[in-house]
């Protein structure tokens, strides 16, 4: 549970005019998160001390509910003043994990995830306001429902790891982002990789994406 209290000194009037007298906003955040039934099997690699692997499967349903405050005369600059109250968000989904325990080392490795989830929103202008997806303050038309998103995460070795991270918005038929990342550790003291990004800028209008923006950064680290 949160309680969130913010002063501004300037608001907005009944004229959509701004003014210099102040507005508190009060409101309560409550959130619970619900993971399980858990799904596992373990499978052996064969020779005694060889590598074992152990398959997870993760359902989990996260409740979040924000009260109830008049947010229309809030002048919204940053991404904390676009909060809509009396608002229950759901999100669900379910994770794939498969780890690895090779030959006689101490602990196990995440070799592999993959999740798929989205949420549901009883204000529907609160998705187009979720910083959890990628074209959130970006023309979303609101709706009850976020793209489903599909996140993959691996790690093979120590020295290579990947992540890709795709949002598509079923009701509508496109992919609204699509992010990759992955990395290379060359040294104990170098690492380098890259990664790519793709966000579409929607119009509430047509629904349709009026531009596309693409990201790639190589880089190098020195550890």
Do not use: C
Not at 1 to 29: C, G, I
Not at 40 to 67: C, D, M, Q, W
Not at 148 to 153: H, K, P, Y
Not at 168 to 182: L, P
């Amino acid at each position: 549970m949160e309680w969130h209290n913010t002063l501004y000194s300037e608001r907005y009037d009944d004229k959509r005019e701004p003014t210099s007298d102040p507005l508190h906003r009060r409101y309560f955040l409550l959130q619970s998160r619900i993971v399980g039934p858990i799904f596992s099997k373990v499978f052996s690699g064969g020779a005694a001390g060889g590598n074992r692997y152990k398959h997870l499967i993760e359902p989990e349903v996260t409740i979040s509910r924000t009260t109830s405050f008049d947010n229309s005369n809030i002048i919204m600059l940053e991404n904390n003043d676009f909060v809509y109250g009396d608002t229950t968000r759901v999100t669900y989904g379910i994770t794939q994990r498969l780890l690895a325990k090779r030959g006689t080392r101490a602990g196990a490795q995440d070799l592999l995830s993959v999740q798929l989830s989205q949420s549901y929103y009883t204000n529907k202008n609160a998705s187009t306001v979720d910083g959890n997806y990628g074209t959130a303050y970006l023309g979303r038309k609101p709706d009850h429902f976020s793209p489903l998103t599909l996140a993959v995460r691996t790690n093979p070795s120590e020295a290579y790891s990947g992540t890709l991270r795709v949002e598509y918005h079923d009701r509508r038929g496109q992919f609204e982002s699509i992010s990759a990342d992955g990395s290379v550790r060359l040294t104990s003291w170098l690492r380098t990789g890259g990664s790519y990004s793709q966000v579409k800028y929607l119009t509430e209008e047509t629904e349709e994406a009026e531009e596309t923006e693409e990201t790639k950064s190589p880089y190098t680290t020195f550890l």
